[in-house]
C-alpha cells in the first residue's frame, strides 16, 4: 500500500472513531403511576431541539424500556404516548456522558377514555393475542363519528410516518376482509379516512403473517367490515 494511500485510510479511520466516540447511548423505562407495572409497546420520540434534522421513535420493550443512540449530546425533547394514558412530554432535557440513563416515566391513566371504553363496551377494545392483537371496534364507542385510519393508529405498536403506517417498524400491509387493498401511500390513507369506523366490526392485526399473507417481511393489518355493509356490491 502506498503511503498516500495508508494516510487516507488513516483519516478515515480517525474521523469514524471521532464520530462514534461522540455518539451516546441513553436508554429509560415506562410505567404505570398505579400499579407500576411496566408499559410494553408505548411510542418513545426523542427530538434534538437543536436541529429540526434528527428525530427517532421506538417502543418500548416487554420490561418497558426503551434505548437510543443519539448523535451528540445537548438538549433533547422526549415524548412517550400509550393508548389510555395521557402524554408524557420532558421538555429541554440535557443529555451527555454524565446523563445516560433518563429517569423512569410513569405514565397517568386518562380517566375520560377509559371510563368510556370499560362502560360502554361488552369486550375490551384491545385483546393481545399470541400472534394476534385484535381491535374489537364495533363493541366501541370509538366508533362513533371516527375513520378506519384513525382506529388503526389508536392500535399498540402502530405508528404513522409520511402517510404510512409501521407496525413495530416493519411495514403493513392493508387488506380488508382477508383481500388486499392494493393501495399504498395517500392513496391509502383517503381510502381508510373515508371509511366509517361505525362500518368496522374489528381490525386484526398480525405482527407475523403466515406466507399466504405475502407480507414481504412486514406485518398485516385485516380489517374486517359490519356484515351485511357491502350486501349487494361487487
Request: glycine share 6%; charged share 20%; no cysteine.
Amino acid at each position: 500500500m502506498s503511503r498516500s494511500k495508508a494516510l487516507i485510510w488513516g483519516l478515515v479511520f480517525f474521523i469514524s472513531t471521532a464520530i462514534k466516540a461522540q455518539e451516546i447511548k441513553i436508554s429509560g423505562v415506562v410505567k404505570d403511576s398505579v400499579s407500576s407495572l411496566v408499559l410494553q409497546d408505548a411510542v418513545v420520540t426523542i427530538k434534538y431541539l437543536d436541529s429540526v434534522h434528527f428525530s427517532k421513535t421506538v417502543l418500548t420493550d416487554k420490561e418497558g424500556m426503551y434505548k437510543f443512540t443519539l448523535p451528540q449530546s445537548g438538549l433533547y425533547t422526549i415524548g412517550i404516548t400509550f393508548l389510555g394514558y395521557k402524554n408524557n412530554v420532558q421538555d429541554t432535557i440535557l443529555l451527555n456522558e454524565n446523563q445516560l440513563i433518563i429517569p423512569t416515566v410513569v405514565l397517568l391513566p386518562n380517566p375520560a377514555e377509559l371510563q368510556t371504553v370499560n362502560i360502554s363496551s361488552k369486550k375490551p377494545f384491545i385483546v393481545m393475542g399470541t400472534n394476534k392483537i385484535t381491535l374489537n371496534v364495533a363493541q366501541s364507542p370509538i366508533s362513533a363519528g371516527s375513520n378506519a385510519y384513525d382506529v388503526i393508529k389508536r392500535a399498540p405498536g402502530v405508528m404513522e410516518q409520511n402517510d404510512n403506517l409501521s407496525f413495530r417498524g416493519k411495514s403493513t400491509r392493508i387488506l380488508i376482509n382477508g383481500r388486499p387493498s392494493n393501495l399504498s401511500g395517500e392513496d391509502l390513507k383517503t381510502m381508510l379516512t373515508n371509511m366509517q369506523a361505525s362500518n368496522i366490526e374489528k381490525v386484526e392485526i398480525l405482527p407475523n403473517p403466515s406466507a399466504k399473507y405475502d407480507a414481504q417481511g412486514g406485518s398485516v393489518i385485516n380489517i374486517i367490515l359490519a356484515k351485511n355493509k357491502l350486501f349487494g356490491t361487487n
